[in-house]
């Protein structure tokens, strides 16, 4: 089993920085992807970063430039560096992770970022 604690959500104004954290715990080995994923009132789950083992990112139109994704496979964490934000940033931030070698897919608990003046 493996379990996903998240933190650093909080609120903002227009244009300041967040940096978000997402602890690993349990049996987990490094072939994994770790990534975030946000969910805004009345809209569908998206994915917003994602970092795959040996590096590969990605990122949505709507941060890329703005945010970025990093792992550190030593702590089991990935971390979400959030910049310029907008209030359409605003929702709720997941942490999720797929284990290559179980196939089986994890989500954090959620943690709140609110962008406004």
């Known amino acids: 089993q493996v379990h996903l604690v998240e933190s650093g959500g909080g609120l903002v104004q227009p244009g300041g920085s967040l940096r978000l954290s997402c602890a690993a715990s349990g049996s987990i080995f490094n072939l994994y992807a770790i990534g975030w994923y946000r969910q805004a009132p009345g809209k569908e789950r998206e994915v917003v970063a994602t970092?795959?083992?040996?590096?590969?990112?990605t990122y949505s139109d709507s941060v890329k430039g703005r945010f970025v994704i990093s792992r550190d496979d030593a702590m089991k964490s990935v971390y979400l560096e959030m910049n310029s934000l907008k209030p359409e940033d605003t929702a709720v931030y997941f942490c999720?992770?797929?284990?290559?070698?179980?196939?089986?897919?994890?989500w954090g608990q959620g943690t709140q970022v609110t962008v406004s003046s």
């Open positions: 999720h992770l797929t284990d290559f070698a179980t196939r089986n897919t994890y």
């Open positions: 970092a795959a083992y040996g590096g590969i990112k």
